[in-house]
């Protein structure tokens, strides 16, 4: 059973968490503050965490830094306000998702139930598709047992994909993601990074599949 710890000063959102994502099957614990979140994570393993961004004592930024210190948990962050600054700086923080009160509990669960499942993928040491095999301890990916030679980015964006596998991600989102933010340029170099990954996969360039009017995703039936 997974493990989701909700922290937010309200008492209702953590209460209405609580009894959604019960009844779905988590386990759920709750914090009312980050001071208390981070105490709890010290000595406990949850599989994801719910934060809020406004609280006092500790706010969800600082309550982020310091929980990344301790564990490399998943981070879904609340906030009751859109602004590009924070949902930036959660995100170059390392938090996973980023949703806005009011929320849908619907969406939420749909949310921590993808994170999850991605997070089981790279939990295994490999992903193996035909004789591509992608080595998550070792970050490389051979073909026929022989290492091919990509560059970091190249190699991220192909972990992103599989990750994402037969799902559609457009070109910004795969900017987003894979680049954190830090690029400032435009989404042609995600063209670019497919193209020159394609030609190092070789036959198994099929699995990268051109998305007509969206952008790229990684297909298989398994």
């Not at 139930?113 to 070792?138: W, Y």
């Not at 989102?173 to 690029?183: I, R």
């Not at 063209?191 to 952008?215: A, C, P, S, W």
């Amino acid at each position: 059973m997974n493990r989701i710890l909700v922290v937010d000063d309200e008492i209702n959102i953590r209460e209405v968490i609580k009894e959604y994502a019960s009844a779905h099957g988590y386990e759920v614990f709750s914090a009312c503050d980050g001071l208390e979140a981070i105490e709890f994570v010290k000595n406990n393993d949850v599989d994801i965490i719910i934060l809020d961004i406004m609280m006092p004592n500790l706010d969800g930024f600082s309550t982020t830094k310091k929980l990344k210190a301790i564990k490399d948990i998943p981070i879904i962050m609340l906030s009751a306000r859109f602004e590009e600054h924070d949902k930036l700086l959660g995100f170059e923080l390392g938090i996973d998702d980023y949703i806005v009160k009011p929320f849908s509990l619907k969406e939420l669960m749909a949310r921590i139930k993808l994170i999850l499942s991605r997070r089981q993928i790279t939990r295994n040491r490999e992903a193996i598709f035909e004789q591509l095999v992608v080595d998550f301890d070792g970050k490389t990916v051979s073909i026929d047992g022989k290492r091919i030679n990509l560059t970091p980015k190249e190699y991220e964006l192909l972990v992103f994909l599989i990750e994402h596998k037969n799902q559609a991600l457009s070109r910004d989102y795969l900017l987003n993601k894979v680049w954190k933010y830090d690029y400032y340029g435009d989404d042609r170099t995600i063209d670019t990074h497919i193209k020159m990954l394609r030609k190092n996969l070789g036959e198994y360039r099929k699995f990268i599949v051109t998305v007509r009017g969206t952008g790229y995703k990684f297909e298989t039936k398994t």
